[in-house]
T-cell receptor, first 111, second 113 residues
Framework: QKEVEQNSGPLSVPEGAIASLNCTYSDRVSQSFFWYRQYSGKSPELIMSIYSNGDKEDGRFTAQLNKASQYVSLLIRDSQPSDSATYLCAVIGGGADGLTFGKGTHLIIQP | DGGITQSPKYLFRKEGQNVTLSCEQNLNHDAMYWYRQDPGQGLRLIYYSQIVNDFQKGDIAEGYSVSREKKESFPLTVTSAQKNPTAFYLC????????????FGQGTRLTVV
């Protein structure tokens, strides 16, 4: 059984600070990793994808992947109140059977 | 505009009834997926399809059925055998099916009354 683990939170971060979200996964042959943002009552929106070890930056967002430790993270710089949402970590494993999601981390940016 | 369209947005079902949720995409994506989300939970895979006329069960397929007669369409039927169907249902599609990101429709919220 493939598992993706996230701290459910809530994670409270002051406006302007860096928010750090973490995720671990159990399937060692996982190949693709994604972060989705989900506002309450809405569908998930893709914000980052990462496929190889290291960092990938896109605007205020940085995804970090460490396959040896089976760990993926998302950093949000200069956090804004509009970043308040649930962030879902998703992983594609060795089989072609779609994404496995974590339960999500609820992030609150305090003005 | 390209995208994934789910309908209806809200659906109410009486106990013992079957209901069908629609999912249509015009992105020319090969793979399509159905997920279920319960409050405070992540997304759980119900069924997926990598190609027309073929589909596979996900982690929680019991009480659900699907068809993939066209590349653009992947309807989900929630049968009376599904004992706890109240949930948020999300359809997604992806371009290659194996390694690439999936994009979601706006979801259907199903409530049993």
């Amino acid at each position: 059984q493939k598992e993706v683990e996230q701290n459910s939170g809530p994670l409270s971060v002051p406006e302007g600070a860096i928010a750090s979200l973490n995720c671990t996964y159990s399937d060692r042959v996982s190949q693709s990793f994604f972060w989705y943002r989900q506002y309450s009552g809405k569908s998930p929106e893709l914000i980052m994808s990462i496929y190889s070890n290291g960092d990938k930056e896109d605007g205020r967002f940085t995804a970090q992947l460490n396959k040896a430790s089976q760990y993926v993270s998302l950093l949000i710089r200069d956090s804004q109140p509009s970043d308040s949402a649930t962030y879902l970590c998703a992983v594609i494993g060795g089989g072609a059977d779609g994404l496995t999601f974590g339960k999500g981390t609820h992030l609150i940016i305090q003005p | 505009d390209g995208g994934i369209t789910q309908s209806p947005k809200y659906l109410f079902r009486k106990e013992g009834q079957n209901v069908t949720l629609s999912c249509e995409q015009n992105l020319n994506h090969d793979a399509m997926y159905w997920y279920r989300q319960d409050p405070g939970q992540g997304l759980r895979l119900i069924y997926y399809s990598q190609i027309v006329n073929d589909f596979q069960k996900g982690d929680i397929a019991e009480g659900y059925s699907v068809s993939r007669e066209k590349k653009e369409s992947f309807p989900l039927t929630v049968t009376s055998a599904q004992k706890n169907p109240t949930a948020f249902y999300l359809c997604a599609s992806s371009i290659q099916g194996a390694l690439t990101e999936a994009f979601f429709g706006q979801g259907t919220r199903l409530t049993v009354v």
